[in-house]
């Protein structure tokens, strides 16, 4: 698989560690947008599209975001205890959780990973300058 386009598009606002949105093209055929180019404590680096989890109302089964405290349909508290119901995409997945988002796509191998954030901080120099 070859990555054929890299677009980057820079943010500007409050959040100075969001640098800049990406859209990657592989194969002329595929599009990956919403790549994140960040800046942390160890220089910058990429991160892949995410979402916010969610998990169902135990009292009307509408589903909020992750630790929301009330429903935004009924009004009601949820309770912070690990009883309540979720929505995860797998059993594993929420197993497994560790924070309120979780990836849509992201790179199966190291090599890979390396790749693609190679191409996409290349391209980032380059508006850079």
Same mark, same amino acid.
């Given at each position: 698989? $070859?990555? =054929? $386009?890299?677009?980057?598009?820079? +943010? ?7 640098? &800049?949105? *990406? &859209?990657?093209?592989?194969? #002329? ?6 790549? +994140? ?17 969610? $998990? ?6 509408? =589903? ?7 429903? #935004? ?5 949820? @309770?912070?205890?690990?009883?309540? =119901? ?5 059993? *594993?997945?929420? &197993?497994?959780?560790?924070?309120? @988002?979780?990836?849509? *796509? @992201?790179?199966?191998?190291? $090599? ?10 290349? &391209? ?6």
């Amino acid at each position: 698989m $070859e990555i =054929t $386009e890299v677009r980057i598009f820079p +943010k500007e606002g409050k959040d100075k560690k969001l640098k &800049a949105y *990406a &859209a990657v093209t592989f194969d #002329n055929a595929f599009v990956v947008r919403n790549i +994140k180019i960040i800046e942390g404590s160890k220089g910058v680096f990429v991160a892949m599209p995410s979402r916010k989890l969610r $998990e169902a109302c135990p009292g009307c089964g509408y =589903t909020n975001t992750v630790k929301s405290r009330f429903c #935004n349909e009924c009004g009601k508290m949820i @309770h912070s205890n690990s009883a309540r =119901t979720r929505i995860p995409e797998t059993a *594993a997945d929420d &197993a497994l959780r560790q924070s309120d @988002h979780r990836d849509i *796509a @992201h790179p199966i191998t190291p $090599e890979f990973r390396d790749y693609l954030q190679d191409k996409v901080l290349a &391209a980032w120099d380059v508006v850079q300058r």
